[in-house]
């Protein structure tokens, strides 16, 4: 299950990074973690991973997945990323 | 074949001509451009590389693909940094992290590419950044 949602994101930073979508997961290897934020009209994604691997080192898919997440909720040309 | 131009704008105005440099062992590429006056109080040199890459309709291929240049440009620029600084004598001139030199811009050169090429790459600070220690505080 790729997303989910983590109840402490929306207290913790919400009122700082927008209203929180939930929780994106790699598959197969949980190599990137994306938390999701609507912040006027676009959507961004903070993404970071968590087994220590760079941008550039991950083998896992995201961009196709979080793209199809972003036109599935009307956000399609408006998801941004910011790497960790 | 989509000929991807990646550049950053530095915190520093560097007086250096607005030509390409070659760096490292291996002598890799990168361009300077200087704004039109380097008196100006914002006046910031903007660096850049170019990328060959085949084109593909895979998202994730792209992204690996542009996140290797903008760290092949970082690698570049910071080379760059260290040799200005040395024959420069500016020890203020320090090396960047992604964060510091982010957003990468792209642009496709030369013939149109399918989408996806040209959306800038940020990144953000990993962790909370340390407050500077006092005089009494470091003594």
Known sequence: ?84 | MPRLAVSVKLPYALRLRAESYRVGPLLELIRVENPPSLAAAVARTVVQAEFDHAETDDADEKQRLRVRDAEQLLRRTNRLLRWYRAVSRKTDIVELTRAQASPFEFQVLGEPAGKGWEDPINYEAAGPTPAPLSLGELT
């Open chain 1, 1 to 84: 299950m790729p997303f989910q949602n983590d109840a402490t994101l929306e207290a913790e930073v919400g009122h700082f990074f927008g209203d929180y979508q939930g929780t994106f997961f790699s598959e197969p290897h949980g190599q990137v973690r994306a938390d999701l934020f609507r912040l006027g009209d676009r959507l961004e994604a903070h993404v970071s991973f968590p087994t220590g691997l760079d941008a550039d080192g991950v083998t896992d898919r995201y961009m196709s997945d979080l793209s199809a997440y972003a036109r599935q909720k009307g956000f399609e040309g408006r998801l941004h990323l910011i790497l960790s």
